[in-house]
């Protein structure tokens, strides 16, 4: 099992518009959906729809904390879900005739109780776990070396992590020796900074996380493809650039390389897979599904290429 | 006791963001709030907050119902809520630093015994009521004559009615002969049509209204004021004009000319009150607030002028 770890749930709320959406005016929403969401459980639906078994650890609260969890049910993923007195937020993506525009809520409070308890659950979990997924943000009141805490628990019970983070929460997870670091550019260069503007530039950042802790990274560059540097060489993968909704994409490249880290296949391949997969999910309207004749098609005519850098000095 | 009668009820929901709105792009949301609104119900809070009484009568559902049932116990608004099987609507305005953005839902749909149910209990509520204010838009499901239906029921246990709403809705309620109608220039244009530029121009398409079946007009016509056409004169009422969120302006108008109405007051001095009321509404943030002593400032400055126009023929 494949433990998904979610600490800022959302209700992904999608409106759409017959027309476009103009700052300053009144719009009548036409259709919307409702769906549970947060970077780890769009990971975990993914994994699940690709036969793999994955479960969800999450804070949850309120009424839409409930709908989370009726959804994760229907889904057919497990989930421990730990009842918190805040609200779950609401994630809003309002698409119109043109593109998709994005707000955020910041999440409820965590309290110290309600960390303590998650820890504690994690604990109990990641010993029947393969791997451990931790992705997302993180909600105001958990610690910001929350992924580091959660790796060294996951270590300690000898199971790898892959940690999909950004700025403060990335470069702390990086001090608990994740297995898999999986930023994109911008969140690299939050962290190590540029330039990055060749794939060698970017693996040479890529190492720097090594060093800083990481065994392997994915850097995602959108159109320009993946940069992985990992213990066993450095590579460029790139599919066939689509258009649609890159919300998702991320999630989609962290499913395809817990599958193939579960797998234990060769790295080349690991990326073709990523690529194609992150390729379908730019290419589906919702976030945390692909469709895989799509992920098939792409992922055959993915091209994966070597990147020349000086090996890891262990 | 001043029946509101809230047919589409919301739960609405402001998101506050620090910089400003750009379609296709991804934001955080600063801070939000959820408030129990729908025109009919900031009527009620206008009213109660003025020391009058009023009651709301509205079909709600799910937990955005639930967060309006408790939100009108709080602000001591007696209330017949129907529960419904559909989910209470919510509406979204997003505040960045210009401007004001609104997504408005449609509403659950509202099946015939639930509409029946509905009818029945207004009918037992209106013999109780002193007026009553049918305000705001009709959820789907509800048929289109909703406020004639309702309307008539009213004037059958001798109860005036005051009706602000648009298109259909309005053409229809017109034949049920309410009291006061109360649309904004845009509304009077879809319903009878244009020119609608002098205050006389507009003053005789409110005579149509009168000609079509209502006692009286107002026509709110924004930074120029309000044109009322009534039984006894035809009148311009002008405030000063105050910068901020029109939402709302309109519900602080409705109330103000409820309680004129209960009052019976002089036309000119409804009028005087409503266009201060409504400029007070611009200047409040909140839809369905005022300030109470700027709305005395700007009531006591209002201007009101005769229009000359031929006296109605009955």
Redesign the interface.
């Known amino acids: 099992v494949i433990l998904c770890v979610c600490l800022n749930a959302a209700l992904d709320v999608t409106?759409h518009?017959d027309g476009?959406?103009?700052?300053?005016?009144?719009?009548?929403?036409a259709s919307?959906l409702q769906r549970a969401g947060g970077k780890a459980i769009n990971v975990a639906r993914l994994l699940v729809d690709a036969g793999s078994v994955a479960a969800v650890l999450a804070p949850v609260g309120g009424?839409t904390g409930t709908m989370i969890r009726t959804q994760l049910a229907a889904a057919g993923i497990e989930s421990q879900l730990i009842e918190v007195d805040g609200v779950t937020r609401r994630t809003?993506t309002?698409v119109?005739s043109?593109?998709?525009?994005?707000?955020?809520?910041?999440g409820p409070h965590i309290s110290e109780p309600e960390w303590a308890l998650l820890l504690s659950t994690f604990d109990e979990q990641v010993s029947g776990a393969d791997l451990v997924v931790l992705a997302g943000s993180l909600p105001p009141g958990i610690p910001a070396d929350a992924y580091r805490q959660l790796t060294e628990i996951a270590a300690a019970r000898g199971v790898p992590s892959i940690v999909d983070a950004e700025a403060q929460a990335l470069a702390l997870a990086l001090t608990g020796h994740p297995y898999l670091v999986k930023p994109n550019l911008a969140e690299l260069a939050t962290v190590i900074g540029g330039p990055l503007t060749s794939p060698a530039q970017i693996a040479a950042a890529g190492r720097e996380l090594q060093r800083r802790g990481a065994t392997n990274a994915v850097i995602s560059c959108g159109s320009a493809g993946l940069v992985a540097v990992s213990d066993s060489g450095c590579w460029l993968a790139r599919a066939q650039v689509m258009t649609g909704n890159p919300t998702g994409a991320g999630d989609a490249l962290t499913a395809a390389l817990a599958l193939g880290t579960l797998a234990d296949m060769p790295w080349p391949q690991r990326l073709r897979d990523g690529a194609g997969m992150s390729a379908a999910a730019v290419a589906d309207p919702v976030a945390g599904h692909v469709d895989p004749q799509l992920r098939a098609e792409l992922t055959a005519r993915a091209l994966v290429e070597v990147i020349d850098l000086p090996e890891r000095v262990a």
Chains 1, 2 share one sequence.
């Open positions: 409106y518009l476009e959406l103009r700052a300053g005016a009144s719009h009548r929403v919307q009424d809003l309002v119109d043109r593109d998709a525009t994005v707000f955020n809520e910041a």
